[in-house]
């Protein structure tokens, strides 16, 4: 073996050590943070033990540790991310739809492209701001709210406006906050489709549009999911937004002050208005208790933090089951 020979092996040996260590490094860190995750939640748990009842989860907030409950945190959150998801995702898909499939490469869609880019890193704070001044406010346009009543045929309800700080206000903020993360990821999901597929489609006569809805989107459904996930669990745990809007920490009834699933099915009228009342979140509870210095309430607060996990992974597999069922249907 020449001397030759001797440098290229020696450098190939070092090269497989290197990443053999790079490797183990990857290893160190990955498990180093799955056992602070378990450390936080274990010590999460344990504070919360005891505490995690039922009746916590149907009681309406207090300001006695044993007697607080989660309740209208609860459903003030569901009614948010709900009403989140019914404006953002039609509205996030439809952009990406748009940019990706039929907008030209000019000036004025590169500029639009910019701006998306940048409001997914823009702070929660800066989206809780224009929020109060957008949807609470209303620009300052009226000093004193004017109240308007609507019909529905069977049922009546009533809003103002301004809005002021109400279920729609936060979800309307909320969106604002989702929808550039949904269209960036809804995006990256249309480009990985082939473009043979669109090719194919329109060659055997389908329209630009019939290509989109029954092939282009089907194929992109999963990384479009995916990207709604992202955006309405980042949605779900937001404090600053909601607390900039003046949403209410220590609220103990629920929207529209419905008192059960009977309550609702029987007096539809308290469903209709929810969504124009006061409202609270998990996040706004948790921070509440977790500024009291009340003697109980951290305990309040690790299962104020247990709840909104348990949901967070509750969502978060509902959606990932769609995902897995949608993404073994796909032939190409």
Known sequence: MNLHDDFYERKLVLRHRLGQAFEWLCRL???LSMGLLAVLLLG?????????TFGFLTRGNSYIAEEAGIVAGLCGSLWLIGLTAIMAVPLGVGAAVYLEEYARPTRLTKLIQLNISNLAGVPSIVYGILGFTVFVRMFGLRDRPEK???SLGFVEFSFELPLGRVVVSGAATLTLLSLPVIIIAAQ???RAVPASLRHASLALGATKWQTVRHQVLPAALPGILTGVILALSRALGETAPLLVLGAAA????VPGRIAGITDALTHPGKLVQA????FTAIPLQIY????????????????GIVVLLVVLVLMNGTAIFIRQRFQKK???
């Open 148 to 150: 308007f009543v609507c």
């Open 330 to 332: 796909i032939r190409w």
């Open 275 to 278: 969504p124009f009342d006061q």
């Open 29 to 31: 860190t990955t498990w």
């Open 188 to 190: 990256e999901a249309l």
């Open 288 to 303: 509440s208790w977790v500024s009291d210095s009340s003697r109980g309430f951290e305990h309040v607060s690790a299962a």
């Open 44 to 52: 999460i748990g344990r504070q919360a033990w005891g505490w995690l």
């Open 250 to 253: 220590q609220l103990s009834v």
